[in-house]
């Protein structure tokens, strides 16, 4: 499990401050937020690629900054918010490169390593891409694929800093399901940044929304994804309703 406990951190002027929140075990998180907000400078920050203030991160009750580079890229896979690749490396190549932090310096992957890619590949439904070169992916299988590098390690924690970004409605869906579907498998606890309201509130069991580098509410979807909340954070107007139990969002004039 996840926790995160008074987060603080600066760019300058922009400051996130206060971010507390937890995502248990097999739990789907959302940050949701305007753009600027401080979402992926949370997740950054949580993954320690940003140093916070003070320590503030804990996966399964342990101080996860104070822990060496290898056990941290054990417990928690990061996916960033935008990645282009460099070169045509097959699919499955690319994937093992997710056990780096975990082989010596001149030590190579081996069978098992391959075997295990394979495996996350399987878990994520794209095995027959495999052998394909990562260049020639569409945006949502580029998506999968970088999931399943971060999951090779088995992960306790997936940070996805914007998983549907670029992709069409179907390739969302899939992402998304896709992922639910993982963490409640396997257990992992996923925190992921969404700009869609309605995607947040079908996809996730807990919203954390965020304005101005503050956390403005934490909760279940029907909690948080409210006609006042959403007024508050976007300045839009909109119109809520619950349809078969769930929320949906309209833009209301
Ligand atoms: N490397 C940086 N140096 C200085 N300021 C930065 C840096 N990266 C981000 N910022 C600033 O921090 C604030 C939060 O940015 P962040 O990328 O966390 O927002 P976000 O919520 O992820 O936005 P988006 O939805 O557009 O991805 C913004 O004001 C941004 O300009
Ligand atoms: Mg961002």
């Known amino acids: 499990m996840l926790e995160v406990k008074g987060l603080e951190f600066s760019y300058g002027e922009f400051t996130i401050s ?14 949701l937020g305007p753009n600027g ?3 992926t400078t949370i997740l950054k920050a949580i993954y320690g690629l940003l140093k916070p ?27 960033p918010q ?3 690749p460099p070169f045509p490396y097959r699919v499955i190549d690319v994937v093992v490169t997710g056990f780096a932090p975990r082989l010596g310096l001149f030590q190579s992957p081996g069978r098992g390593h391959y075997e295990k890619a394979l495996e996350k590949l399987r878990l994520l439904g794209i095995e027959r891409l495999a052998e394909r070169p990562y260049t020639h992916l569409s945006g949502g299988q580029l998506q999968l694929v970088l999931i399943a590098r971060a999951l090779v390690q088995e992960p306790q924690v997936l940070l ?17 399901s896709t992922v639910r579907r993982l963490a409640k498998a396997s257990g ?7 700009h869609d309201p309605n995607l947040a509130a079908a996809y996730s069991d807990k919203i954390i929304v965020v304005k101005d580098g503050r956390v403005v509410a934490v909760g279940a979807p029907r909690d948080v994804i409210k006609d006042d909340i959403i007024r508050e954070v976007y300045g839009v107007s909109v119109k809520v309703l619950e349809v078969d139990g769930r929320v949906v969002v309209l833009p209301h004039d």
Request: aromatic share 8%; proline share 3%.
């Open 18 to 31: 206060g971010v507390t929140f937890s995502v248990g075990k097999g739990e789907v998180a959302v940050l």
């Open 37 to 39: 907000s401080g979402k």
């Open 53 to 79: 203030r003070a320590r503030c991160v804990y996966v399964d009750g342990a101080d996860f900054h104070s822990l060496p580079f290898r056990r941290r890229s054990q417990l928690a896979g990061y996916v």
């Open 82 to 84: 935008s990645h282009h």
């Open 160 to 176: 996805l800093d914007e998983p549907t970004a670029h992709l069409d409605f179907k390739n969302q869906l899939r992402v998304l």
């Open 188 to 194: 992992v606890a996923v925190l992921m940044t969404l």
